[in-house]
């Protein structure tokens, strides 16, 4: 008599159990993700914009609130501006070439081909390699006695070249880090696109004597046009934010001035570089003005983000 | 159809030249930096540059560190991103679509802007100088949770979780006797990603770590600096934390490779 409600309860327990198990689960599996965002990714965010209005440095105990204050010493400062011309001048020296680089390797990529894979790999193994690796290998390349880049110029007649002494060619020199990092990369994203795009259309195209380069131009470009957005939008974006490669640059080519001006005359001194200097670097750990500079470098990154993606949605077959 | 592999042959020596080329000044002798021309082929001395670098700097311990971080980052990252990857793929439950658009959304998010208050976080929680700070923030990513998502949605068979639900698995059940097997090569791939991206890390661990409790990257920046200037040293060091990787990498390249595709496509 009594085991029967007994069974009833639990099978009704159970089946409790199981419509929240199927409600309620989905979130908790989703939740590690938001929860950590939250924490390590959104709260710093908006934080900065709150610390970004104080007079606030790590050695005080008391913050004051400024307002607008850092924001306006901020854009009298000459370095700050100096920040801004290398970002931008070593953003489009490294980004344009190397994309239309990628795009150029991953369309000789995208036929039948023998050692499809070794190719591939190749391409990727810059990427592999580290920031720190990548800066330390090529500032001896680069470097103004014995360097082999200098040594290869000579047979031109050129002069030892000090790369990282002057703007245009410290910036010359971080391009061609940067390039060798992430053009394989991009190459290998453009590939993967490319792949999607149905055969018959070269097949016709072939058919209708169009050359290599006119069938590159347009079916290829207008039909991955997409992928190309994403990749300007991202290269923009990384971009803006280059920092590793000028802070050890200056480190490692000797130059002097400290590892966060950027060489000696902050010749190749980013902005990202320029908010470590401030926030870091500094003997008196400047958060509320490195915030400042954090909260205008974002309003940048937007910002071109922003036109590069209408100018790429923009442009219509002929992007090259 | 000739010059195209000339091409693609000269794209691949300027790949793994720079590579090889470390590895021959850092098995030189210091005075061999100064001849004209550079050398081209390894020389002898590679062991003995490779014992100076760690002397100068705790390189032991930034391997320790270095192999502890990347390590729990993608056991952790694989886990995390299957998980809520086979909620969006295959579970059905309200805010779904938004909830997924977000976490791409997020990934276009510079996380580098709130480097000051993640630092200052990261001294509340009395973190700074350890490993935590490295291996917390980084427990699951945007990208680890769309790659999973995306795999699972087309390589696991809906109809094999109804099987698994009509024999009376919970949820946790199917994630565990079901999809985390079939996840296996997709995983792989995105743990060998985040452990290369992880090991590579170097703007973080710079901020947030001391020099005497370092990480390989910050070690090597070390090695790299001014104040030592010994191009030799620097690239035995690089040479040592730079080559494992690139073995792993000559090994799996060609599964990574398709990893990375596939992640990026429909990005």
Same mark, same amino acid.
């Given at each position: 008599?009594?085991?029967?409600?007994?069974?009833?309860?639990?099978?009704?327990?159970?089946?409790?159990?199981?419509?929240?198990?199927?409600?309620?689960?989905?979130?908790?599996?989703?939740?590690?993700?938001?929860?950590?965002?939250?924490?390590?990714?959104?709260?710093?965010?908006?934080?900065?914009?709150?610390?970004?209005?104080?007079?606030?440095?790590?050695?005080?105990?008391?913050?004051?609130?400024?307002?607008?204050?850092?924001?306006?010493?901020?854009?009298?400062?000459?370095?700050?501006?100096?920040?801004?011309?290398?970002?931008?001048?070593?953003?489009?020296?490294?980004?344009?070439?190397?994309?239309?680089?990628?795009?150029?390797?991953?369309?000789?990529?995208?036929?039948?081909?023998?050692?499809?894979?070794?190719?591939?790999?190749?391409?990727?193994?810059?990427?592999?390699?580290?920031?720190?690796?990548?800066?330390?290998?090529?500032?001896?390349?680069?470097?103004?006695?014995?360097?082999?880049?200098?040594?290869?110029?000579?047979?031109?007649?050129?002069?030892?070249?000090?790369?990282?002494? !002057?703007? &245009?060619?410290?910036?010359?020199? *971080?391009?061609?880090?940067?390039?060798?990092?992430?053009? %394989?990369? +991009?190459? @290998? $994203?453009?590939?993967?696109?490319?792949?999607?795009?149905?055969?018959?259309?070269?097949?016709?195209?072939?058919?209708?004597?169009?050359?290599?380069?006119?069938?590159?131009?347009?079916?290829?470009?207008?039909?991955?046009?997409?992928?190309?957005?994403?990749?300007?939008?991202?290269?923009?974006?990384?971009?803006?934010?280059?920092?590793?490669?000028?802070?050890?640059?200056?480190?490692?080519?000797?130059?002097?001035?400290?590892?966060?001006?950027?060489?000696?005359?902050?010749?190749?001194?980013?902005?990202?570089?320029?908010?470590?200097?401030?926030?870091?670097?500094?003997?008196?750990?400047?958060? !509320?003005? &490195?915030?400042?500079?954090?909260? *205008?470098?974002?309003?940048?990154?937007?910002?071109?983000? %922003?036109? +590069?993606? @209408? $100018?790429?949605?923009?442009?219509?077959?002929?992007?090259? | 159809?000739?010059?195209?592999?000339?091409?693609?042959?000269?794209?691949?020596?300027?790949?793994?030249?720079?590579?090889?080329?470390?590895?021959?000044?850092?098995?030189?002798?210091?005075?061999?930096?100064?001849?004209?021309?550079?050398?081209?082929?390894?020389?002898?001395?590679?062991?003995?540059?490779?014992?100076?670098?760690?002397?100068?700097?705790?390189?032991?311990?930034?391997?320790?560190?270095?192999?502890?971080?990347?390590?729990?980052?993608?056991?952790?990252?694989?886990?995390?991103?299957?998980?809520?990857?086979?909620?969006?793929?295959?579970?059905?439950?309200?805010?779904?679509?938004?909830?997924?658009?977000?976490?791409?959304?997020?990934?276009?998010?510079?996380?580098?802007?709130?480097?000051?208050?993640?630092?200052?976080?990261?001294?509340?929680?009395?973190?700074?100088?350890?490993?935590?700070?490295?291996?917390?923030?980084?427990?699951?990513?945007?990208?680890?949770?769309?790659?999973?998502?995306?795999?699972?949605?087309?390589?696991?068979?809906?109809?094999?979780?109804?099987?698994?639900?009509?024999?009376?698995?919970?949820?946790?059940?199917?994630?565990?006797?079901?999809?985390?097997?079939?996840?296996?090569?997709?995983?792989?791939?995105?743990?060998?990603?985040?452990?290369?991206?992880?090991?590579?890390?170097?703007?973080?661990?710079?901020?947030?770590?001391?020099?005497?409790?370092?990480?390989?990257?910050?070690?090597?920046?070390?090695?790299?600096?001014?104040?030592?200037?010994?191009?030799?040293?620097?690239?035995?060091?690089?040479?040592?934390?730079?080559?494992?990787?690139?073995?792993?990498?000559?090994?799996?390249?060609?599964?990574?490779?398709?990893?990375?595709?596939?992640?990026?496509?429909?990005?």
């Amino acid at each position: 008599m009594s085991t029967l409600p007994l069974a009833i309860t639990r099978r009704r327990r159970r089946s409790v159990r199981h419509t929240l198990d199927l409600r309620v689960s989905p979130y908790a599996y989703v939740a590690p993700f938001f929860l950590l965002f939250c924490a390590f990714g959104l709260f710093p965010l908006v934080y900065t914009a709150w610390v970004s209005l104080h007079e606030w440095t790590l050695l005080s105990e008391t913050q004051e609130f400024v307002g607008l204050g850092n924001y306006s010493t901020l854009l009298a400062d000459a370095y700050f501006w100096n920040a801004t011309f290398n970002t931008l001048s070593i953003g489009v020296l490294s980004t344009v070439p190397q994309l239309a680089l990628a795009i150029w390797l991953a369309h000789l990529l995208n036929r039948r081909l023998r050692f499809q894979t070794l190719f591939r790999v190749s391409l990727l193994l810059p990427n592999v390699t580290s920031v720190v690796a990548v800066v330390v290998i090529f500032s001896q390349l680069f470097g103004r006695d014995f360097g082999m880049i200098n040594w290869i110029l000579s047979w031109f007649g050129v002069g030892n070249i000090d790369w990282a002494a !002057g703007t &245009a060619t410290s910036h010359i020199a *971080l391009s061609v880090m940067i390039m060798w990092r992430w053009t %394989g990369y +991009n190459a @290998l $994203i453009f590939l993967a696109a490319m792949q999607a795009v149905p055969r018959e259309l070269y097949e016709a195209a072939t058919l209708d004597g169009a050359s290599n380069f006119k069938q590159l131009r347009s079916i290829t470009i207008p039909m991955i046009r997409p992928t190309i957005v994403f990749v300007v939008i991202v290269s923009t974006i990384g971009a803006m934010q280059i920092i590793a490669e000028p802070m050890l640059f200056g480190q490692s080519s000797g130059g002097g001035g400290g590892i966060a001006t950027g060489g000696p005359d902050r010749q190749f001194q980013t902005l990202a570089l320029f908010v470590y200097e401030q926030g870091f670097a500094n003997s008196t750990f400047d958060f !509320g003005y &490195a915030s400042a500079a954090s909260w *205008l470098m974002f309003l940048a990154v937007v910002f071109v983000a %922003g036109i +590069n993606f @209408l $100018i790429t949605r923009r442009v219509k077959g002929g992007l090259v | 159809m000739r010059l195209r592999y000339l091409t693609l042959i000269a794209v691949a020596f300027f790949s793994a030249f720079p590579l090889y080329y470390s590895v021959v000044v850092a098995s030189r002798h210091n005075s061999a930096l100064a001849q004209v021309p550079p050398p081209l082929i390894p020389g002898g001395n590679f062991f003995a540059n490779v014992s100076r670098v760690f002397d100068t700097v705790p390189f032991g311990l930034a391997l320790v560190n270095s192999l502890i971080v990347a390590g729990s980052i993608s056991i952790a990252v694989m886990f995390f991103s299957t998980l809520a990857g086979f909620a969006f793929a295959k579970l059905a439950f309200r805010g779904r679509n938004i909830m997924l658009v977000i976490t791409v959304a997020t990934m276009m998010v510079p996380a580098q802007l709130g480097i000051i208050p993640l630092y200052m976080l990261m001294v509340k929680l009395e973190w700074t100088g350890t490993n935590y700070a490295l291996i917390v923030p980084a427990l699951v990513n945007a990208f680890g949770v769309f790659f999973m998502t995306q795999y699972l949605s087309r390589a696991l068979p809906t109809e094999l979780l109804e099987a698994g639900r009509v024999d009376g698995c919970s949820t946790w059940g199917l994630f565990w006797h079901v999809v985390l097997p079939a996840a296996r090569p997709a995983a792989a791939v995105l743990g060998m990603l985040t452990f290369m991206s992880a090991w590579n890390d170097y703007f973080w661990p710079l901020v947030v770590l001391t020099p005497d409790n370092p990480t390989v990257q910050v070690a090597l920046s070390t090695l790299a600096s001014g104040y030592v200037n010994d191009y030799v040293l620097g690239l035995a060091g690089t040479a040592i934390g730079t080559l494992p990787l690139v073995a792993v990498f000559a090994l799996f390249g060609k599964h990574i490779i398709g990893g990375i595709m596939q992640g990026a496509v429909k990005g």
